[in-house]
């Protein structure tokens, strides 16, 4: 197989497994992988080739991380985690670009979608320190959103009564 029909056989690859995820709401196990992969007539050498794709776009999603680029991150770090679904580096970097994203545009369904993939980090490595950290930050956050819901609507109910009284 030439150099041109490899790159497109892994990049199908890469396609079904996001497209699965994207589907299913979940990664593909190891072992669903393999029978993708079978499925594709790929190689060990042709897999071998999708793992350092999936790696090269975790580190491109992180470097977007840094640089608060959150919907490239996410992205990036959802196609590589679709490739390596037990990297704890690349769910973790997911997480951080979902919460960074919720941080400027407030979708409840981002730090949903961040704590989701924290608690993922931790079936993984029940030891991954920053997933711990990242969970505990966005319970505070969560209890923010939370209170100053309940102080918008303490003062719209404030409002309405005191334009009766008005009138």
């Not at 991954?128 to 819901?149: F, P």
């Not at 719209?156 to 009138?167: C, E, I, N, Q, T």
């Amino acid at each position: 197989m030439n150099a041109e029909s490899q790159t497109l056989l892994v990049a199908a690859y890469i396609d079904r497994l996001v497209a699965f995820h994207v589907q299913q709401q979940r990664w593909l196990s190891l072992e669903e992988m393999r029978q993708v992969s079978q499925e594709f007539g790929l190689s060990e050498g042709d897999i071998t080739v999708a793992d350092c794709e999936g790696r090269r776009l975790r580190e491109k999603g992180l470097v977007h991380c840094h640089y608060r680029q959150w919907d490239e991150a996410i992205v990036d770090l959802t196609v590589a985690v679709s490739v390596d679904p037990l990297s704890v580096e690349g769910l973790h970097g997911l997480a951080r670009a979902y919460q960074g994203r919720w941080s400027t545009q407030r979708k409840p369904e981002d730090l949903q979608e961040s704590r989701r993939l924290s608690r993922r980090c931790l079936q993984i490595d029940p030891n991954h320190k920053a997933s711990v950290i990242l969970l505990s930050q966005l319970r505070t956050e969560r209890k923010v959103l939370v209170s100053t819901g309940i102080i918008a609507a303490g003062i719209g109910v404030l409002l309405l009564l005191l334009s009766r009284f008005k009138g």
